[in-house]
């Protein structure tokens, strides 16, 4: 069983920065990918990044070259550094793990609401 904590959501405004986090508890094995995922009012939950135990590292076409994802394994924590933040990123951000050959292992965090207004 793995839970999954995220923080560092808030209100900020266009242009701003905002820093999340996902902390995990317990394990679930290699291969594994950690996922940021978001969600606006009326809309499918959509991948924004991803990094896999092996370092594999994907974004959506929509936040390259502004989001960040990183992870720091002493802290079981994955990190999504977001900068240049537009409107259009305000959403209900999750974390997710799962295993690459074991689809059980799935698990989701509750989100972070992330607001981008002036």
């Known amino acids: 069983q793995v839970q999954l904590v995220e923080s560092g959501g808030g209100l900020v405004q266009p242009g701003g920065s905002l820093r999340l986090s996902c902390a995990a508890s317990?394990?679930?094995?290699?291969?594994?990918?950690v996922g940021w995922y978001r969600q606006a009012p009326g809309d499918q939950r959509e991948l924004v990044a991803s990094i896999t135990s092996g370092g594999r590292i994907n974004y959506a076409d929509s936040v390259k070259g502004r989001f960040t994802i990183s992870r720091d394994n002493a802290k079981n924590t994955v990190y999504l550094q977001m900068n240049s933040l537009k409107p259009e990123d305000t959403a209900v951000y999750y974390c997710n793990v799962k295993h690459l050959l074991r689809a059980a292992y799935d698990y989701w965090g509750q989100g972070t609401q992330v607001t981008v207004s002036s």
């Open positions: 317990g394990s679930i094995g290699r291969p594994y990918a």
